[in-house]
């Protein structure tokens, strides 16, 4: 398999240049990783669960109910990538080892970041990216439309990404993780690379793909 390094797409990414020093051969180091991972998986489900709480005895709007339903649509999207990128850090399940399945992981993994890359042609979505470029001085009146068409233009390449996903082989889960990758990029652009504001699901599932790309799909380590 040619070997690929998809930091090319976004060269500058200070936050994935920092995140590929990691070794994805260090076993501790992995070990290490997924009990992150849990634990941020618990904390989140921890997290709704006060919020229900406090909410039980609140009035609140159709607005405000819609917004948090639409919210917990997107973590649950989140966390269930998560959860499979953690498992198939264990084994990545092929079209033998799923026949007999009720779930397809394969299928529900594409679905998932097919959710996510359908996201940024929602208007709030969009706006959001909008307003950082605006809180860093760049977006005026007479270039909206150039932002504007470079999240079409990644919209339109992840999409072609996860097209060519096509069968249940360590090929077409590669191109999932390259999808998924590609999406992360594209939030820590958005987010100025600034640590600090990007989502941690983001920074685990680009530091998982990575280990997964490493071991399963001739990307440079």
């Not at 990691?22 to 489900?45: H, M």
């Not at 966390?79 to 009720?102: A, S």
């Not at 068409?149 to 889960?173: H, P, R």
Request: proline letters at 2%; a positive charge.
């Amino acid at each position: 398999m040619v070997k690929q390094n998809y930091l090319d797409i976004y060269p500058g990414s200070g936050i994935a240049i920092r995140l590929n020093e990691e070794n994805p051969d260090d076993q501790i180091a992995v070990r290490q990783l997924i009990a992150d991972v849990n634990l941020y998986l618990k904390s989140v489900d921890e997290e709704t669960l006060k919020y229900h709480q406090a909410r039980e005895k609140q009035q609140i709007t159709s607005t405000d109910t819609y917004r948090f339903f639409r919210g917990q649509e997107r973590s649950r999207n989140s966390r269930l990538i998560l959860q499979y990128l953690v498992t198939f850090l264990k084994k990545i399940p092929l079209q033998e080892d799923i026949e007999e399945n009720v779930v397809n992981p394969f299928d529900q993994l594409k679905t998932f970041i097919r959710f996510h890359t359908e996201l940024l042609k929602e208007s709030d979505v969009t706006n959001a990216i909008l307003r950082e470029h605006e809180r860093l001085g760049l977006l005026t009146e007479a270039n909206t439309w150039y932002y504007r068409g470079q999240i079409n233009k990644n919209y339109k390449q992840l999409l072609e990404v996860l097209d060519n996903a096509e069968t249940i082989s360590i090929q077409g889960y590669c191109k999932l993780f390259e999808a998924l990758q590609r999406l992360c990029l594209f939030w820590f652009s958005v987010r100025s690379e600034n640590k600090q504001r990007v989502r941690r699901s983001d920074i685990f599932a680009y530091r998982l793909t990575r280990i997964l790309m490493a071991r399963n799909c001739g990307i440079n380590r």
